[in-house]
């Protein structure tokens, strides 16, 4: 698991005797505590704003993120958007838009193989935004249609089931594309009778949540096709979690040292 920041505080006792204390100017005296106040309580919330628990896109038994039950083989490549300041990808293509190295940012990274432990490390905070894209191969070019969806979530570090870090996520497609001899289109999630779906996780785990179904195979009878559905997760910071009685708190620190992980992503391609 990674590290969550943390900041160890100690508490500093100052004894001032007898006539130092009567020598110390009380104007600067009152300085130093309001000083001293400032800063304690200017620690205290950036440790609130950077201690957000984490969540990763990964399968705790190491198996495949995507997991095919496909009626029809189909290969698939899987991508994060490389974003340091963590407000999601405004690009959205992968041509000229990939990263050569893991280091690069504002680009797409493709996982070779992601069934590692991590893909998203350290803490996340609320109002963040964070970019994924698969990019589906179909094998022998059949005529057919594709469905994702996402499941098997795990969640540890709450208190109510009701206040489960997952909660707070809004997952969204933002685009579904054509990718035809090395040409990608433009967005054609309103085309093709395609069903796309947003919306928060619920704190059900055993639930599924539909990402795209209905999206053909095949773009226009092109059999050199490739499609890429570009999706996001955001930490909605509007949501704060409620008490035993159903109130609401007034911040989003409930969430604080939870994570949760999303295990499968469930891709099948069917026949007409």
């Known amino acids: 698991m990674p590290e969550l920041f943390d900041i160890n505080k100690e508490t500093v006792l100052i004894t001032l005797r007898g006539e130092s204390m009567n020598k110390l100017n009380k104007s600067k005296y009152r300085k130093l505590a309001f000083a001293s106040v400032f800063y304690f309580v200017f620690a205290l919330m950036m440790t609130t704003c950077v201690t957000y628990a984490w969540f990763t896109l990964t399968n705790t038994n190491n198996a495949n993120l995507v997991t095919s039950i496909s009626e029809i083989e189909a290969e698939y ?19 000229d838009n990939t990263c050569d190295v893991g280091t690069e940012d504002l680009c797409y990274l493709n996982i070779l193989n992601p069934t590692t432990s991590i893909l998203l490390e350290g803490s996340t905070a609320p109002g963040e935004r964070y970019s994924f894209a698969i990019r589906i191969t179909s094998v022998n070019n059949p005529i057919g249609t594709l469905k994702l969806e996402l499941g098997d979530l795990i969640s540890e570090g709450y208190d109510l089931e009701e206040n489960k870090m997952q909660t707070a996520f809004f997952y969204q497609v933002d685009k579904i594309s054509y990718i035809n001899f090395g040409v990608e289109t433009g967005d054609v999630k309103d085309q093709y009778e395609i069903n796309y779906n947003s919306n928060f996780f619920a704190y059900d785990n055993d639930s599924i949540y539909p990402l795209v ?52 992503i469930f891709m099948s391609v069917s026949t007409y």
């Open 77 to 95: 490549e899987f991508f994060i958007y490389q974003n340091e300041s963590r407000d999601g990808s405004a690009e959205l293509t992968l041509i």
């Open 213 to 264: 179904s209905n999206v053909p195979m095949q773009n226009a009878g092109n059999i050199d096709t490739m499609i890429v559905i570009y999706f996001n997760l955001y930490f909605d910071p509007t949501i704060f979690g409620q008490d035993e009685l159903g109130i609401s708190y007034l911040n989003s620190n409930i969430f604080l040292n939870q994570w949760f992980t999303i295990q499968h």
